[in-house]
């Protein structure tokens, strides 16, 4: 019942987000991936919920960086843009020993270390969430959408593949 209506929630909010929001902007959680996702939890240990329907990429920074660099610090730290991070900004400010790149294939990036990836919404760069390995086909997502809560979910990594336009991971 929880996983039905969790479910239904992202699905109405990726179809909210996509009439309020451009396409390819902040802020577009929830979006066409979620029609793969399985297992899905809100919230759940590791997630960090975005603090507003903009800061995914800071969001995804304070889980990589697993607290070391907090949400509130990235936005801050990314105030000249409005607090929005652009994806291609967060490797930098995650440190030495972290990079992006636009990937070939995601799998090749997947493993029990967690890495950034910024999935595509209705076609164009839109939402970053962080995953890892869970086997040999499968990813869990942590996701900090919705605002304030977050979600995990699992996820095939050949659906994911053609989802991703970046990828941030450790060297």
């Not at 451009?22 to 975005?50: C, D, K, R, Y």
């Not at 929005?84 to 400010?93: D, T």
């Amino acid at each position: 019942m929880l996983l039905g209506s969790l479910r239904t929630s992202l699905s109405r909010i990726g179809s909210a987000v996509r009439e309020v929001v451009a396409p390819g902007s902040a802020g577009t959680g929830g979006g066409s991936w979620m029609q793969f996702a399985t297992n899905i939890t809100e919230g759940g240990l590791g997630v960090v919920g975005q603090l507003t329907p903009e800061s995914c990429v800071s969001a995804v920074g304070e889980m990589l960086s697993h607290g070391r660099l907090t949400q509130l610090e990235l936005i801050q730290a990314f105030a000249p843009n409005g607090g929005m991070a652009y994806y291609v900004e967060l490797p930098g400010a995650l440190g030495a020993g972290w990079t992006g790149r636009f990937p070939v294939a995601v799998g090749e990036f997947l493993s029990d270390s967690p890495v950034g990836l910024v999935l595509k919404v209705f076609g164009q760069e839109g939402h970053c969430v962080v995953a890892s390995r869970r086997d040999d086909v499968t990813a869990r997502i942590l996701d900090p959408w919705p605002v304030g809560i977050g979600s995990s979910y699992d996820i095939a990594v050949d659906d994911i593949n053609e989802m991703v336009s970046f990828v941030i991971y450790q060297k």
